[in-house]
């Protein structure tokens, strides 16, 4: 079994630099830059949210516009062609499920270096990525 390339490479994408920055690295480590796959994940709102009681936004619209958004970034820094997904919930769950879905060998994902206190109080999404996903994840550092 050979360790790269890999058939098929998520990237989380959250719009930070970070995390458009880690296409670089995943696009060369994918067999074939069109295995390459980002995904944005969304917050799930909670029904006291003014635009879910006033019916002005539904997961569909917010879905639509993030997945332009992130079309539009990703066209802008030569990125042309990359599978694209939008999900709703926790991000670690979401990503793990998804590269799980699609059949990913691997997961790359930007850590954003948080100190140890906040990485206590508000957790780490690489964190959660690394415990669940089902292929190896590649951790990027500063």
Not at 4 to 31: K, M, Q, W, Y
Request: aromatic letters at 4%; hydrophobic letters at 40%; a negative charge.
């Amino acid at each position: 079994m050979t360790w790269l390339p890999r058939r098929i490479v998520v990237v989380p994408i959250d719009f930070s630099d970070d995390s458009f920055g880690a296409l670089a690295p995943a696009s060369e480590l994918a067999e074939d830059p069109t295995h390459l796959h980002a995904i944005h994940v969304l917050p799930v709102l909670e029904p006291t949210e003014p635009g879910i009681i006033w019916h002005t936004i539904d997961d569909e619209t917010r879905s639509k516009h993030a997945e332009d958004a992130l079309r539009k970034q990703l066209d802008q820094r030569g990125h042309e062609g990359i599978g694209t997904a939008i999900r709703f919930g926790d991000p670690g769950h979401q990503i793990a499920e998804y590269a799980d879905h699609v059949g990913a060998g691997l997961i790359v994902v930007p850590s954003h270096g948080r100190n140890p206190l906040k990485r206590l109080l508000i957790g780490s999404v690489t964190d959660r990525i690394v415990r669940l996903a089902h292929c190896p994840v590649l951790v990027l550092k500063d």
